[in-house]
């Protein structure tokens, strides 16, 4: 089993910055893949960006070049740093974890944390 919390959601303006973490606790030495999706109201969650254990990295073409995603191991934690925000940033945000020891495959998610762009 894995928890995953995620804090750092909240308002901001245009342009404006936020920085999202997710603790990661629990049988994290299988997590193989960590990263964030969202959701906004009436859409279907989405991709943002992940991160392997290798530091391999990948965004959604709609964040490239605004966000950045990185991992701290010795903290078990995973960071999304938005810069540049939008309105159209404004979404739940969700830390997911890829967990797998074969043949088992999970993939966790956190409770989310509200992200709303607006002036």
């Known amino acids: 089993q894995v928890q995953l919390v995620e804090s750092g959601g909240g308002l901001v303006q245009p342009g404006g910055s936020l920085r999202l973490s997710c603790a990661a606790s629990?049988?994290?030495?299988?997590?193989?893949?960590l990263g964030w999706y969202r959701q906004a109201p009436g859409k279907e969650r989405e991709l943002v960006a992940t991160i392997t254990r290798g530091g391999t990295t990948r965004y959604a073409d709609s964040v490239k070049g605004r966000f950045s995603i990185s991992r701290d191991d010795a903290k078990n934690t995973v960071y999304l740093q938005m810069n540049s925000l939008k309105y159209e940033d404004t979404a739940v945000y969700y830390c997911y974890a890829d967990w797998r020891s074969p043949p088992i495959n999970n993939i966790y998610w956190g409770q989310g944390t509200q992200v709303t762009v607006s002036s």
């Open positions: 629990g049988s994290i030495f299988s997590i193989i893949e």
